[in-house]
Nanobody
Framework: QVQLVESGGGLVQAGGSLRLSCAASGRTFSGYTMAWFRQAPGKEREFVAATKWSVGTTAYADFAKGRFTISRDNANNAVYLQMDNLKPEDTADYYC??????????????????WGQGTQVTVSS
Protein backbone atom coordinates (compact mmCIF):
# COMPACT_ATOMS: atom_id res chain seq x y z
CA GLN A 1 0.00 0.00 0.00
CA VAL A 2 1.42 3.35 -1.04
CA GLN A 3 2.00 5.85 1.72
CA LEU A 4 2.85 9.49 1.09
CA VAL A 5 3.77 11.80 3.95
CA GLU A 6 4.29 15.50 3.36
CA SER A 7 6.26 17.87 5.54
CA GLY A 8 7.87 21.28 5.36
CA GLY A 9 4.87 23.58 5.32
CA GLY A 10 4.62 26.64 7.49
CA LEU A 11 4.24 30.39 7.67
CA VAL A 12 6.46 32.55 5.47
CA GLN A 13 6.48 36.15 4.36
CA ALA A 14 5.86 37.11 0.76
CA GLY A 15 9.06 36.77 -1.23
CA GLY A 16 10.32 33.97 0.99
CA SER A 17 10.96 30.32 0.28
CA LEU A 18 9.84 26.93 1.54
CA ARG A 19 10.86 23.40 0.65
CA LEU A 20 8.18 20.76 0.90
CA SER A 21 9.09 17.10 1.22
CA CYS A 22 7.12 13.96 0.41
CA ALA A 23 8.29 10.66 1.86
CA ALA A 24 7.03 7.77 -0.26
CA SER A 25 6.81 4.14 0.81
CA GLY A 26 4.92 0.94 0.22
CA ARG A 27 6.15 -0.14 -3.21
CA THR A 28 8.79 0.35 -5.86
CA PHE A 29 8.12 3.64 -7.60
CA SER A 30 10.01 3.00 -10.80
CA GLY A 31 7.84 4.21 -13.66
CA TYR A 32 5.60 6.22 -11.38
CA THR A 33 4.65 9.85 -11.67
CA MET A 34 4.91 11.93 -8.51
CA ALA A 35 3.11 15.24 -8.27
CA TRP A 36 2.22 18.15 -6.05
CA PHE A 37 -1.25 19.65 -5.93
CA ARG A 38 -2.61 22.42 -3.78
CA GLN A 39 -5.98 23.46 -2.46
CA ALA A 40 -6.78 26.91 -1.17
CA PRO A 41 -9.80 27.53 1.08
CA GLY A 42 -12.97 27.48 -0.96
CA LYS A 43 -11.20 26.43 -4.13
CA GLU A 44 -10.70 23.20 -6.02
CA ARG A 45 -7.50 21.23 -5.73
CA GLU A 46 -5.15 22.24 -8.54
CA PHE A 47 -2.04 20.86 -10.16
CA VAL A 48 1.29 22.40 -9.22
CA ALA A 49 4.06 20.19 -10.61
CA ALA A 50 4.91 16.60 -11.50
CA THR A 51 7.97 14.50 -12.20
CA LYS A 52 8.65 11.03 -13.50
CA TRP A 53 10.23 8.91 -10.79
CA SER A 54 12.92 7.35 -12.94
CA VAL A 55 14.00 10.22 -15.18
CA GLY A 56 13.99 13.99 -15.03
CA THR A 57 10.86 14.72 -17.02
CA THR A 58 8.81 17.42 -15.30
CA ALA A 59 5.65 19.44 -15.79
CA TYR A 60 4.54 22.65 -14.11
CA ALA A 61 1.44 24.73 -13.80
CA ASP A 62 1.87 28.16 -15.36
CA PHE A 63 1.85 29.87 -11.96
CA ALA A 64 4.68 27.59 -10.79
CA LYS A 65 7.05 28.06 -13.71
CA GLY A 66 10.13 30.02 -12.72
CA ARG A 67 9.29 29.98 -8.99
CA PHE A 68 8.76 26.32 -8.03
CA THR A 69 11.04 23.37 -8.67
CA ILE A 70 10.08 19.72 -8.27
CA SER A 71 12.83 17.20 -7.67
CA ARG A 72 13.24 13.65 -6.41
CA ASP A 73 15.70 11.59 -4.43
CA ASN A 74 15.28 8.03 -5.68
CA ALA A 75 17.66 6.58 -3.10
CA ASN A 76 15.61 7.98 -0.23
CA ASN A 77 12.17 7.62 -1.86
CA ALA A 78 11.47 11.31 -1.54
CA VAL A 79 10.05 14.05 -3.71
CA TYR A 80 10.54 17.73 -3.03
CA LEU A 81 8.94 21.00 -4.02
CA GLN A 82 11.19 24.02 -3.70
CA MET A 83 9.06 27.15 -3.65
CA ASP A 84 10.73 30.52 -4.10
CA ASN A 85 9.41 34.07 -4.31
CA LEU A 86 6.23 32.99 -2.57
CA LYS A 87 3.12 35.11 -2.90
CA PRO A 88 0.05 35.38 -0.65
CA GLU A 89 -1.96 33.62 -3.36
CA ASP A 90 0.25 30.56 -2.87
CA THR A 91 -1.42 30.03 0.51
CA ALA A 92 -2.98 26.56 0.43
CA ASP A 93 -2.72 23.00 1.63
CA TYR A 94 -0.16 21.20 -0.51
CA TYR A 95 -0.58 17.52 -1.31
CA CYS A 96 1.77 14.90 -2.67
CA UNK A 97 0.24 12.44 -5.12
CA UNK A 98 1.33 9.37 -7.06
CA UNK A 99 0.15 7.46 -10.10
CA UNK A 100 1.48 4.59 -12.12
CA UNK A 101 2.21 6.30 -15.43
CA UNK A 102 3.09 9.51 -17.24
CA UNK A 103 0.64 10.58 -19.92
CA UNK A 104 -1.57 13.44 -21.03
CA UNK A 105 -3.47 13.25 -17.73
CA UNK A 106 -0.48 14.12 -15.58
CA UNK A 107 -2.10 17.45 -14.59
CA UNK A 108 -5.48 15.92 -13.73
CA UNK A 109 -6.16 15.32 -10.03
CA UNK A 110 -8.65 12.57 -10.86
CA UNK A 111 -5.86 10.56 -12.49
CA UNK A 112 -3.98 10.11 -9.22
CA UNK A 113 -4.72 7.12 -7.02
CA UNK A 114 -2.59 7.85 -3.99
CA TRP A 115 -2.48 11.00 -1.87
CA GLY A 116 -0.77 12.27 1.22
CA GLN A 117 -2.51 14.05 4.06
CA GLY A 118 -1.25 17.49 3.05
CA THR A 119 0.89 20.19 4.56
CA GLN A 120 -0.25 23.76 5.09
CA VAL A 121 1.54 26.71 3.54
CA THR A 122 0.65 30.24 4.58
CA VAL A 123 2.23 33.24 2.90
CA SER A 124 1.75 36.57 4.62
CA SER A 125 1.83 39.89 2.80
Amino acid sequence: QVQLVESGGGLVQAGGSLRLSCAASGRTFSGYTMAWFRQAPGKEREFVAATKWSVGTTAYADFAKGRFTISRDNANNAVYLQMDNLKPEDTADYYCAARGSWDIWVRSRSAYSDWGQGTQVTVSS
